[in-house]
């Protein structure tokens, strides 16, 4: 048993100890569980002291509780949820765990999907390891609620070992349900699966871990939507984690949205990596939560892959809106294009933190990176940094950030149109996004995307017109 | 209409303009000539009500209204509008989008229902022809790429579509060819009205063969120093500018 580091590493083990016999065995097996616990209490949850984590609110997590929710709450109605959009597969999970009322499953080529747990609270029926290959008929899968341990049909990368990935290992430690999604076959059309996370409960009852492992076989395809959600007025504590493996040729586009309640922290690490010729879109916008941290490692193992990692992230009032990301560069010849918009209102923080290392064997690495923050409120604050680690010759490697105000001669250009100030600066916060969100190819998807951040720039209204 | 009475502004402070006195009635069309560093522009842009420029003196009014009580917006909303002589490009925010919120700011002002999406695209549309703009400018970020000459022809669709009362229109023939000069006279001569007033602020003539004026005023240092009608223009272009500034000093 390895001795906790600090007070708050002792309370993780101590409600893991608590929660242990509780815990679906399926999802994660003991063994996994407990080294992740271990691991987790040697190196200690992260403090502002680490280097990466110094814009994070880490007082929520003092005040968490860290076992998963015990008692299902009641669901949210089908109407208070997003659209669905059209040609998608959805799979609802209330905080943390499917809800198949909520969700229509759809099957489509090369697809499967796999529940982990299936239902509330049905943690047994068990069915031996392995038993279930990737012959598995297509779609079926989503409604056999059985709880297995899944014999994927690649080997999941282990769990980032970086100290950033940290949280992982408490969603690994604790996690009640996942996706499993795999993509196989070289379809004409990409698959498509929409996931979506609500947060109901409030962190007094428990924790919400969604849990999520994608993985696309050579030259597949797969357009995924990942929405976090938050219903009701808890302040939830929610700790995602999602682990992303894109084979040679495959392309994945992943739309992830992050819009939590506005009491809730949000914890989130994702890891993927990247084969030969793969081709990964991730797309983020992140609006929600009062305090977010979003963790984000890719690893370019193939040759000549390609990533285009676009977020967007609006801070507004107290909120804190912390994102990291790590591209490495392991493989020659890989691509990441990097684009990040910010903007902070209110007194609200909003950082990007993006390191791109370049391996020694990464010769004609291409790697470029722009990152934008905009002060949109006089005791609001961007923290906009670009980290380059260059560890061979041949690379081009560009990379450009700036953390500013609003254009006072664009804003008075608006104003003698006879716009209001206030109009006039959201309109010019909404151009500001529009890198990011001109990349996002699903007209449907992309205005649902508009009116939540037309939504979250406050008085809507006036905006709305506009779209 | 406009009525400028002994103004002095300030910028960074310096003193541009040092009692500038100017009437435009309703119906006429003014042209403000002067050489570089006359105060021209900071003439238009203390008008529509730039920040930055400090008056130190005098007043203006518009209708009978002190204009310069009035914020940027209201002065547009009210009928005042500048056509810029650098208009800024706003990557992001849509030309279609522009024209219908300051329309419809506009309409709101006067108590009037927003405008009906399609009048209002078939209006645009209409006037982006007399412009000779083609139509996929309007989805188009504003001013984004546009050349020198797009730009100042947008400006002057801005115009045509909120049709207002007061148009100041600060060096809108600088970098046009003859070509683009005459497709913005012209757009400017369909909004010549016995309602609408016109401030036309050039450093040439040129703009003035095409659009013609019903007075000329002279600016030097911060001061009208001779007014005529038409051809005083023709002869500032003969004389050169020197004529009046050797009379300023």
């Known amino acids: ?261 506005a009491r809730a922290t949000w914890f989130d690490t994702l890891s993927a990596v990247l084969a030969v010729d793969a081709r990964y879109d991730l797309l983020a916008v992140n609006t929600g939560a009062l305090s977010a941290r979003s963790t984000t490692h890719v690893q370019m193992a193939g040759a000549g892959a390609e990533l285009v990692l676009s977020m967007a992230a609006l801070g507004d009032r107290q909120q804190v809106q912390d994102n990291f990301a790590l591209v490495e560069h392991i493989a020659p010849r890989a691509r990441t294009e990097q684009t990040f918009r910010g903007i902070a209102s209110g007194r609200a923080r909003v950082a990007f933190n993006g390191k791109i290392v370049v391996r020694e064997a990464a010769a004609g690495t291409d790697s470029r990176q722009s990152l934008r923050g905009l002060l949109a409120g006089p005791e609001a604050e961007i923290d906009a940094r670009p980290q380059l680690e260059i560890y061979t010759d041949d690379v081009r490697c560009s990379h450009g950030a700036t953390a500013g105000k609003l254009d006072d001669n664009m804003l008075f250009y608006l104003l003698s149109r006879g716009l209001s100030p206030e109009v006039a600066q959201r309109l010019l916060k909404w151009a500001f996004l529009e890198d990011v969100v001109s990349k996002i190819d699903l007209p449907e998807l992309r205005r649902q995307i508009e009116h939540a951040l037309a939504g979250q720039m406050a008085d809507a209204a006036s905006l709305k017109e506009l779209l | 209409m406009l009525k400028i009475d002994n103004l002095h502004v300030k910028v960074d402070g310096k003193e541009i303009l040092k009692g500038l006195t100017l009437a435009v009635p309703t119906g006429e069309v003014h042209a403000v000539m002067g050489p570089n560093g006359s105060g021209k522009s900071t003439l238009a842009n203390v008008l529509a009500g730039r920040p930055g420029y400090e008056i130190t003196a005098g007043s203006v009014t518009f209708e009978g209204r002190d204009l310069l009580a009035l914020a940027p917006e209201e002065r547009a909303r009210e009928g005042v509008f500048l056509g810029f002589q650098y208009p800024v490009e706003i990557p992001g925010v849509n030309n279609v989008y522009l024209l219908k919120a300051a329309m419809n700011a506009a309409r709101k002002h006067r108590g009037l229902e927003e405008v009906d999406a399609f009048e209002f695209l078939t209006l645009v549309k209409e006037k982006m022809r007399l412009m000779r703009m083609d139509e996929s400018m309007l989805s188009r970020g504003v001013n984004e790429g546009f050349s020198g000459g797009e730009k100042k022809r947008n400006e002057i669709l801005q115009m045509l579509v909120l049709e207002p009362r007061l148009a100041i229109l600060d060096e809108t023939d600088s970098g046009l060819d003859i070509d683009a000069l005459k497709i913005v006279a012209h757009g400017v001569n369909t909004l010549r009205s016995p309602e609408r007033s016109l401030v036309l602020v050039t450093h040439y003539q040129r703009l003035l063969d095409y659009i013609v004026p019903d007075h000329v005023h002279v600016l030097v240092k911060g001061r009208i120093v001779r007014s005529g009608d038409k051809s005083l223009a023709l002869e500032l272009e003969r004389r050169g500018y020197d004529w009046v500034t050797g009379e300023a000093a």
Not at chain 1, 71 to 91: I, K, N
Not at chain 1, 105 to 134: D, I
Not at chain 1, 168 to 189: P, Y
């Open chain 1, 1 to 261: 048993m390895t001795e906790p580091r600090n007070a708050l590493s002792k309370r993780v083990l101590d409600e893991y100890e608590a929660a242990r016999a509780s815990l679906p065995p399926g999802i994660v097996t003991p063994e996994r569980r407990q080294e992740a616990i271990q691991a987790l209490a040697a190196r200690g949850l992260p403090t502002t002291r680490d280097e990466n984590w110094r814009y994070t609110n880490l007082r929520s997590l003092e005040k968490a509780r860290f076992a998963p929710i015990a008692q299902p709450v009641p669901p949210p109605a089908e109407t208070e949820l997003p659209g669905r959009l059209t040609g998608f597969a959805r799979y609802t999970f209330v905080d943390g765990v499917f809800a198949r009322e909520l969700s229509s499953p759809q099957e489509q080529g090369g697809l499967m999907v796999r529940l982990m747990r299936g239902t509330h609270g049905s943690a047994g029926n068990q069915a031996p390891a392995g038993s279930q290959g990737s012959a598995k008929q297509q779609g079926s899968a989503a409604h056999a609620g059985s709880a297995t341990v899944f014999n994927l049909p690649r080997a999941l990368p282990a769990l980032s070992s970086l100290p950033e990935a940290r949280l992982a290992l408490l969603n690994e430690a604790f996690a009640t349900d996942g996706a499993v999604i795999h993509v196989s076959g070289t379809s004409a059309e990409p698959a498509r699966v929409e996931l979506l996370f609500i947060a109901v409960a409030g962190a007094d009852v428990g924790a919400s871990y969604p849990r999520v492992q994608v993985s696309l076989d050579a030259g597949s395809r797969l357009i995924l939507v990942e929405r976090h959600i938050g219903a009701g007025t808890g302040a939830s504590f929610v700790n995602s984690s999602v682990s992303v493996d894109v084979g040679h040729g495959a392309h994945l586009t992943h739309y992830r949205l992050q819009q939590a309640g």
